[in-house]
T-cell receptor, first 112, second 115 residues
Framework: DTAVSQTPKYLVTQMGNDKSIKCEQN?????MYWYKQDSKKFLKIMFS???????INETVPNRFSPKSPDKAHLNLHINSLELGDSAVYFC???????????FGPGTRLLVL | AQSVTQLGSHVSVSEGALVLLRCNYS??????LFWYVQYPNQGLQLLLK??????LVKGINGFEAEFKKSETSFHLTKPSAHMSDAAEYFC?????????????FGTGTQLKVEL
């Protein structure tokens, strides 16, 4: 069974559109994250939720809005997509008090 | 603030040769340190981590890393490279202070293994 899953795996869309990426973990973890990996493979955290509460929000444009309906899910909605949003977005999860984060397979977003 | 520097964005070794990927960190408090591997078009997989205790840490696939506080380093090694080791490797640090368990990644090292 997949521990951290993301949908869709690939997303190609036009500038100005709104899109969502979904993440689910079946590890029973209480903390979830979104990371962005740019074209140079640099990974940077965007958001973190613990028990559905936002605990990290790294200077991300407010076009990006995370939503955590429950501990097992963390979705990312992006409004008014821009060319610079093209990247691979990774979801991850961990358990409070345990350092290891487990990553999903990534969603490859291409904005045309 | 914490940061990670990975020296060498590309490393090439022959199959069977020693693999050495360098990582230096900066942290105001003793850190937790990680190495992750990313195979093409896949997510990140944890190779190994250092939290406390023994400074030589063994991970999966024959990799190990040594935490050297005096050198602020956490270099990744493998005695004998295999073709299947070709991938992108990321060093990451997390401070033991608050901050919501945020991982700060290095810029990655692409490992190429040649016959």
């Amino acid at each position: 069974d997949t521990a951290v899953s993301q949908t869709p795996k690939y997303l190609v869309t036009q500038m100005g559109n709104d899109k969502s990426i979904k993440c689910e973990q079946n590890l029973g973890h209480d903390t979830m994250y979104w990371y962005k990996q740019d074209s140079k493979k640099f990974l940077k955290i965007m958001f973190s939720y613990n028990n559905k509460e936002l605990i990290i929000n790294e200077t991300v444009p407010n076009r990006f809005s995370p939503k955590s309906p429950d501990k097992a899910h963390l979705n990312l909605h992006i409004n008014s997509l821009e060319l610079g949003d093209s990247a691979v977005y990774f979801c991850a999860s961990s358990q409070a008090g345990v350092e290891t984060q487990y990553f999903g397979p990534g969603t490859r977003l291409l904005v045309l | 603030a914490q940061s990670v520097t990975q020296l060498g964005s590309h490393v090439s070794v022959s199959e069977g040769a020693l693999v050495l990927l360098r990582c230096n960190y900066s942290s105001s408090v003793p850190p937790y340190l990680f190495w992750y591997v990313q195979y093409p078009n896949q997510g990140l997989q944890l190779l190994l981590k250092y939290t406390t205790g023994a400074t030589l840490v063994k991970g999966i696939n024959g990799f190990e890393a040594e935490f050297k506080k005096s050198e602020t380093s956490f270099h990744l090694t493998k005695p004998s490279a295999h073709m299947s080791d070709a991938a992108e490797y990321f060093c990451a640090v997390r401070g033991k202070e608050g901050g919501g368990n945020k991982l700060t990644f290095g810029t990655g090292t692409q490992l190429k293994v040649e016959l």
